[in-house]
């Protein structure tokens, strides 16, 4: 059984930072491109930062600078560095793991961390 599980999140002020961290378990996590997505109250939701198998990086460019995203393969963990954080960043974050073989692609999704940044 594949499982995401996202924690860190919380309440903090503006310009205060965060660490959340997504443990999976269930999937071959070394082959897995992962990813952290945000959805906020009213919007679609968004890719924040991804990280590749082989260690590529991508960000959105409204955190790039601010967000760092890493993956411990060993632990099956993958985590979000957030500071410098804006009210803008408020969401709810998800954790992805994605993986392709040939023509399917397999994707989990975790449940959820709240992240308020408030004035």
């Known amino acids: 059984q594949v499982q995401l599980e996202e924690s860190g999140g919380g309440l903090v002020q503006a310009g205060g930072s965060l660490r959340l961290s997504c443990a999976t378990s269930?999937?071959?996590?070394?082959?897995?491109?992962v990813a952290w997505y945000r959805q906020a109250p009213g919007k679609q939701r968004e890719l924040v930062a991804g990280?590749?198998?082989?260690?590529?990086?991508n960000y959105a460019d409204s955190v790039k600078g601010r967000f760092t995203i890493s993956r411990e393969n060993v632990k099956n963990m993958v985590y979000l560095q957030m500071n410098s954080l804006k009210l803008e960043d408020t969401a709810v974050y998800y954790c992805?793991?994605?993986?392709?073989?040939?023509?399917?692609?397999?994707?989990?999704w975790g449940q959820g961390t709240q992240v308020t940044v408030s004035s």
């Open positions: 269930g999937i071959r996590f070394s082959l897995n491109a």
């Open positions: 990280i590749t198998s082989g260690g590529s990086m």
């Open positions: 992805k793991a994605e993986r392709r073989s040939g023509s399917i692609i397999y994707a989990y």
